[in-house]
């Protein structure tokens, strides 16, 4: 499997960019979230998957490590496909989605084109638990913020607190406080609300 491509951006798209790597030029699939992220620079580099089918072999492309992994969990939902989850994260964001599957807003999920409710019942179903348990998946937050979250998340384990009870506050509490806040403000904040 290809797991990434460092190269010279040849033409850029919502839906798409062509990226040359060693005089190949390679057509990857984005999503309008990595799209945002691909600044001016000829410079790039993509996180990618390869979709292989009986019809088709597609280089899917991720600005982020965080977004791929989300790809790989929602193409793993049954009625999915590689196209379908693309959608979902040009929609939202992988840490929206995160929250919105958290939090079971199945409405948030049918709001996505070609979603329904069976399919995003489906996702929060089998998407859920994983999105609790799985520590590959820690989606940012933004810049500072998802440092400040992971070490804050930290003490308070080590405080003894569980772990889910205290990420819905922790995540509650951060959008309150400034960007440059340090993590002692934010631990204070939790331990009063716990």
């Not at 979230?33 to 979709?51: A, D, H, Q, R, V």
């Not at 989300?70 to 939902?77: A, F, G, H, R």
């Not at 999105?131 to 998340?153: F, P, V, Y």
């Amino acid at each position: 499997m290809i797991n990434h491509l460092n190269g010279r951006l040849i033409e850029k798209h919502p839906s798409h960019v062509i990226i040359e790597c060693s005089g190949v030029g390679y057509f990857v699939k984005i999503s309008l979230n990595t799209y945002e992220k691909i600044g001016p620079s000829e410079s790039i580099k993509l996180f990618t998957y390869l979709s292989i089918r009986e019809d088709a072999h597609t280089l899917f492309g991720f600005a982020e490590e965080d977004e791929r992994v989300m790809y790989k969990q929602l193409i793993s939902v049954s009625g999915i496909g590689p196209s379908t989850a693309i959608v979902i994260l040009s929609a939202l964001g992988p840490g929206q989605l995160k929250e919105a599957l958290l939090n079971e807003e199945v409405a948030v999920l049918q709001s996505i084109k070609g979603i329904g409710g069976k399919t995003a019942q489906r996702m929060v179903v089998e998407l859920k638990d994983k999105m609790e348990k799985d520590t590959e998946i820690q989606l940012q937050i933004g810049g500072q913020q998802s440092e400040i979250k992971k070490e804050a998340l930290s003490a308070l384990q080590v405080l003894g607190f569980d772990q889910k009870r205290v990420e819905k506050t922790v995540d509650r509490i951060i959008k309150k406080l400034p960007e440059d806040s340090p993590v002692e403000e934010l631990i204070k904040n939790v331990l009063k609300e716990m």
